[in-house]
Each structure stands twice: as structure tokens, then as C-alpha cells.
């Protein structure tokens, strides 16, 4: 088909003139306006024009930002908290109340002093007054423009430091086993089924050559998160391979995490003494993931090693000091201590125990540290040998006694010289991680539960977490909630180190929420409150056992299948009435049986015209539980009457299947 130029004109809001100097651009052999176009011609001045128009847009959109941007940028910033109430706005204004509602009258908005505001409204009426609307920053932007501002005062006075040294790779690979032929000692056997449940941070000294921290991150797949905190607090990663598995799933995992936190990677080609062993195998595995080790084309070093005789394990070393050098990792004792929480605990008789990873500057027995919502006074340090010390540099691991509550690891701390700071900050710290619980837990009793469910709407399953250490719970977190699916939804509300307190049970109470308990005891009064008020409380010593008991919980909420198992059949010879119960089918059971507890399908010329239950089943005058093939018996349909001679009914039993969890 052909279009003529004057009407493609008109279809791109064009004149006919400005149409012929656009296809003479394009080299279109056209005389006029009444000149005929071929669909090809007629799509590529489409496209043309259209295109024109969009950059047009485009264009246009640019400028109008541009300048929005120019005149937002004269105006003066207003730090607030969004949402704020009439009251509050009126404040931050520095204007009367009854001012502030006059003006919002005036844009028909109608708000009482202690209404909040929606956000695009209090935009509108500060830039009235010349103001635009900030977030202030947060704590940890506050203190870490402190510290970024003290950096560089001591950026003179920076040293060589040690590098801080991730192991990480698939479960079973040997990685606690080599860190532990390192460090000469026997942590694989202390650990539950030999799988490493907390990150353990060390420091290993090498001779002349230096010192190196070590983090062991656990290799399962259900600590995922662990794994990927300590990419994060590391400078070099060494990632375990089995020789005899190769590459799996968790070592890709592994390596993914790596590249995220932007570290260097050296791959240590462990269990190369065993007879199933293929070095080539492992490298060619490596360079297909983007690792290709040196005489592979590649610059990533592989070191074949054994964690049972110790081989290759010197020069392994000797390549993470090489490493280090290239890296030139430097930091500045002098300054105020910074660095991130590894792992913490509740310790019985010592109290809140944390394990800290200092980065930069040197803490001190006696410091003020502040971490997340829990603040403290170092009251003593002990390295990774259990030996007292009073002072860590820059890359050291060491456990501390003294904080408020135990923190979260993989938050950052800081040391604060103001103990009143520190305190106030933690305070404002807890109340915001107040609010976001309560937000997040909601009010719901059992009964708007159910009815939800009845609904179709989405099932949520809500938890309440409490561990001994805050890896675990962060782990265990992950694994639960990977559990959600599209009909069931499973939601963490409240997670903390610590026993399972009373508080805890009056949480679970008021959100209809279960307790998971992960190495952890139930306090006497939290037992007692859970027991009168039927709360759910749940203790596991093992992740995985505490994963699968939910994984079956959820699927009982999901709605099983139903299908029709097919029993007998039996056709309708006479209907009789009978005063009081109805119409009941004589029937002649012509296959299988008729059980008194079926479904049953009544056909009239082989449709369906009633589907329901069986109210009676009787042979002469006697109640039967079933009727056999050959047999007579007398059917009742409940709520249903109209039955024929000739009618047929088919009989069913609903089979109930658990439906398991998909994605």
C-alpha cells in the first residue's frame, strides 16, 4: 500500500511544505504533495520525524529540570524528618500555626495542628517560603564526616598495615582446616559437625615478613550474608577449591561477593594430595568464571595446597605477603579507632562480648565506642589468643567487654571522646530501631489471620528471632525469609542476641507472631507468659533443623490440593418421597461402592445437574456406611430433591494432598 505526502503530513501534525524539504533530506524521489510514498519510504520518515520530536522532548524535559534545579539550589535548606505534623512544620517555619493552616486552606488542603502532611505538600509550601526540604543526615553520617575530616590530618602519618585476610569458598573445602594448620591450633573440632557456625578473626604472625588477620567465614550456603560481611572487612580473599570437587556453586557465590567488595583475590587449590585430585581441571574451571591463573592467560595466582600435610601452604603465605605489598595497605595509629563488628554475643558471667576489626586508629582500654544503637566504655581486651592486651593498632582483631547491648556485625564502630555523645547518640539510635520494629510488626489476632486466608489474600508467617550470636541470627534470618514464596510470605519482625525474654513473648502476643530460638534458654517469666497465652516457642541448637520445621509449617497454611477419587456408580430405578428428610434416590449400585461419606455427582442425560454431599445411605431402613456392586440401596442428596428415574449418580472421596513450597 502507498500513502500520499499531504496525508502522511497531516498524520505527523506537519505542513506539506515542511514534509517535501524533509524527504528531499532524505533523498526521497517525491514532486509534490500529491505524490504517492511506498510503505518502506513512508516508515523511514516515521521513524525520521518521530525521533525528531523525542530528542525535541527530550530536550525540553533537560531545560525544565535544569532550571528546576537552579532555582531549588537558591533556595535555603530545611532539615526535617518527613512525615511532620502542622504543629512541627509550623516550628521548622518559625511561623504561627494559624498561619501555616490559612496558607494550606488557601491550596484547599484542610489539616488540624497535629495531622500530618503529605510529603509533596510540605515540599510545596517551604519553597513558599523559600526554603527546600533536606533530610538531616544520620548518625553515621555525622560522625563519619568527623572522621573523614580527621583523616586527613593524619594522612602524613600513615604506616605499612597488616592485610586483613577472608577465606572463603564452598562447605567442606578445607577452609577452616588450612586457616587451622596456619594458626597450629584445633578449631574445626570445636565447631558443630565440623561446619564453622561464627566468624572467627585472627592474627597470625609470619616471621620477619609480618603479621596477617585471618576471617573464617562459614562455607555453608545458609551463611550467605556472613560471607559476604566479611568480603566487605577484608583486603584480600583467598578462595578455597577443592582439587578432587572443583568449582561449585558456592565458590561462584563466593567469588561474585568478592568482586562486589572490590578485593583482590588469590585461589588456594586445596586437598592436592589426594589421589582424585585435578589441578588443570580446577584452573580451567577458574578462568571460565573470569579467574584465569597465571600460564592460563590469566593474573590470578593459584596455589596448589593440602590442609592435612601443610603442602604449598608456605608459598601460599608468601603470596598473600606479595599481595599485600602490591596493594600498599596503609592506615593511621594516631587517629581515633574505627573499624567493624565481626561478631557479638551474650557471654554468661562476662556479659556483652564483642569481636571488633579495627581499620584505622588505634583503640585503647578505657575508650568511649560507639556502634549502631549500643555505646560503652572498653572495659578489657583480649586478642585471638586470649592474652589481655591494652591497646590494637590498625588490622587487629580483638574481643572487647563493656558495650551497652550486643551489635550487629558487620556495622561499623566508632570511638567517641565524649561519653555523653556516645550515650545520647545510642538512645536516639534505639528509638528509631523501636519504631521501625513496632511499624513492622502490626497488630493482627488470629482471626483476621484465618479470615485473610479464607480471602485468598497473601498468608504471612511472622517470626520473632532471638540467638546467641548476632552471625547466626543474621544467617538464620536469610534462610527463613528465602523461604517466601508468592502465597506465603515469611517475615522476621524482631530479631536480637539474648535469651527469649518476656518482652519477647508479649511481641509474639500482640503481632501474632511465633519464637525461634537459635542456642538460646527461655527466661522463667517468658516461659510462664508463653505457656498461659498459648505463644508458640521454638529452641534449636542446628540452623538447618530450624529452617525445615518452618518450611513445614508454611506449607500447612498453604490450601492443599483437592482431587475427586472416583468410587462407585449407581443409577436411579425409583424416587420416592418420605415425609420430613425428602426425595431419596432407590438406586442399584451397577460399580465399586458407594460410601455414606462421598461427593456425589447427579447426571440426567449425561450432565451435571447437582453436585453436593450424601445426606443418607440406607439399605431398606437400615443406616449403612457403604453400598457394594449388585447391591440396592436408597441414596439421600443434601439439599436436593429433584432425582428421576433414570438419573445416574457417580460417587467420589476428595483426596487431600499437601501442596509443597514453590517459588
Not at 38 to 50: F, G, K, P, Y
Not at 312 to 340: F, T
Not at 484 to 493: A, D, H, N, R, Y
Request: proline share 3%; aromatic share 4%; glycine share 8%.
Amino acid at each position: 500500500m502507498s500513502i500520499r505526502v499531504h496525508k502522511l503530513a497531516k498524520e505527523l501534525g506537519l505542513s506539506s511544505k515542511e514534509l517535501l524539504e524533509k524527504l528531499h533530506e532524505l533523498k526521497v524521489d517525491v514532486k509534490g504533495h500529491m505524490s504517492a510514498l511506498d510503505d518502506d519510504s513512508a516508515e523511514l520518515v516515521r521513524h525520521e520525524i518521530e525521533g525528531i520530536k523525542e530528542t525535541e522532548v527530550q530536550k525540553a524535559a533537560a531545560k525544565e529540570e535544569a532550571k528546576k534545579k537552579k532555582e531549588e539550589e537558591r533556595l535555603k535548606p530545611l532539615q526535617a524528618n518527613l512525615p511532620l505534623t502542622v504543629k512541627e512544620f509550623a516550628i521548622k517555619l518559625s511561623i504561627k500555626p494559624s498561619e501555616l493552616i490559612a496558607n494550606l486552606m488557601s491550596k484547599r488542603v484542610f489539616a488540624h495542628i497535629n495531622q500530618n502532611l503529605a510529603e509533596d505538600t510540605v515540599r510545596e509550601i517551604a519553597r513558599g517560603y523559600g526554603y527546600r526540604i533536606e533530610k538531616p543526615p544520620t548518625i553515621e553520617e555525622e560522625i563519619l564526616k568527623e572522621f573523614k575530616e580527621r583523616d586527613k590530618e593524619g594522612d602524613a602519618k600513615k604506616v605499612i598495615r597488616p592485610p586483613v585476610v577472608t577465606f572463603m569458598g564452598h562447605v567442606d573445602h578445607g577452609k577452616t582446616s588450612l586457616l587451622d594448620y596456619i594458626r597450629k591450633t584445633n578449631v574445626v573440632k570445636k565447631e558443630k559437625g565440623g561446619i564453622t557456625q561464627h566468624i572467627g578473626a585472627y592474627q597470625v604472625m609470619l616471621g620477619k615478613k609480618g603479621a596477617v588477620t585471618f576471617l573464617d567465614t562459614p562455607g555453608h550456603e545458609a551463611f550467605t550474608a556472613m560471607r559476604a560481611r566479611g568480603a566487605n572487612a577484608t583486603d584480600v580473599v583467598v578462595l578455597v577449591v577443592a582439587a578432587d570437587d572443583g568449582i561449585m556453586p558456592q565458590t561462584i557465590e563466593a567469588i561474585h561477593h568478592a568482586r562486589a567488595a572490590g578485593v583482590a583475590i588469590v585461589v588456594a587449590v586445596n586437598k592436592s594430595d589426594l589421589p582424585g585430585a585435578n589441578i588443570d581441571k580446577v584452573k580451567k574451571q577458574l578462568a571460565q568464571e573470569g579467574l584465569a591463573p597465571e600460564g592460563w592467560g590469566g593474573k590470578t595466582i593459584a596455589v596448589p595446597v593440602s590442609a592435612k600435610t601443610g603442602d604449598g601452604v608456605e608459598d601460599l603465605l608468601e603470596m598473600l605477603i606479595l599481595e599485600a605489598e602490591l596493594l600498599e595497605l596503609k592506615a593511621s595509629p594516631d587517629l581515633h579507632a574505627r573499624g567493624v563488628v565481626i561478631e557479638g554475643k551474650l557471654s554468661p558471667g562476662r556479659g556483652v562480648v564483642a569481636t571488633l576489626l579495627v581499620k584505622n586508629g588505634t583503640l585503647r582500654t578505657g575508650d568511649v565506642v560507639l556502634s549502631g544503637m549500643h555505646y560503652g566504655r572498653v572495659k578489657a581486651m583480649v586478642n585471638d589468643k586470649g592474652e589481655k592486651i591494652e591497646e590494637a593498632p590498625p588490622s587487629t582483631p580483638v574481643e572487647i567487654l563493656g558495650l551497652s547491648g550486643v551489635p550487629v556485625a558487620g556495622d561499623e564502630f566508632f570511638e567517641v571522646k565524649d561519653e555523653k555523645k556516645a550515650k545520647t547518640l545510642s538512645l536516639l539510635k534505639q528509638a528509631e530501631e523501636k519504631e521501625k520494629t513496632f511499624s513492622r510488626s502490626g497488630r493482627i489476632s488470629l482471626e483476621q489471620l484465618y479470615e485473610s486466608i479464607a480471602r485468598g489474600e497473601l498468608k504471612e508467617f511472622r517470626i520473632i528471632l532471638k540467638g546467641d550470636v548476632t552471625g547466626s541470627i543474621e544467617a538464620l534470618q536469610k534462610s527463613l525469609e528465602e523461604l517466601s514464596t508468592k502465597e506465603v510470605s515469611l517475615k522476621v519482625i524482631h530479631s536480637a542476641a539474648g535469651n527469649i525474654t518476656e518482652s519477647d513473648i508479649m511481641l509474639a502476643i500482640a503481632s501474632n507472631a511465633l519464637v525461634i530460638g537459635f542456642h538460646v534458654k527461655l527466661e522463667g517469666k517468658a516461659q510462664a507468659t508463653s505457656e498461659k497465652e498459648k505463644v508458640d516457642v521454638r529452641v534449636y541448637d542446628i540452623i538447618y533443623k530450624a529452617v525445615d520445621d518452618m518450611k513445614a509449617a508454611m506449607e500447612g497454611m498453604l490450601e492443599p490440593i483437592i482431587n475427586d477419587v472416583f468410587q462407585g456408580k449407581a443409577e436411579v430405578r425409583q424416587a420416592f418421597r418420605v415425609s420430613k428428610v425428602g426425595t431419596i434416590a432407590g438406586c442399584y449400585v451397577s460399580k465399586g461402592k458407594i460410601p455414606r461419606n462421598g461427593k456425589a455427582k447427579l447426571l440426567r442425560n449425561k450432565k451435571i445437574i447437582f453436585e453436593g454431599k450424601i445426606s443418607s445411605l440406607k439399605h431398606f431402613k437400615d443406616d449403612i456406611k457403604e453400598a457394594r456392586e449388585g447391591f440396592e440401596c436408597g441414596i439421600g442428596l443434601r439439599g436436593h430433591d429433584d432425582v428421576k428415574s433414570g438419573d445416574v449418580i457417580d460417587v467420589y472421596i476428595e483426596e487431600k494432598t499437601i501442596r509443597r513450597l514453590t517459588k
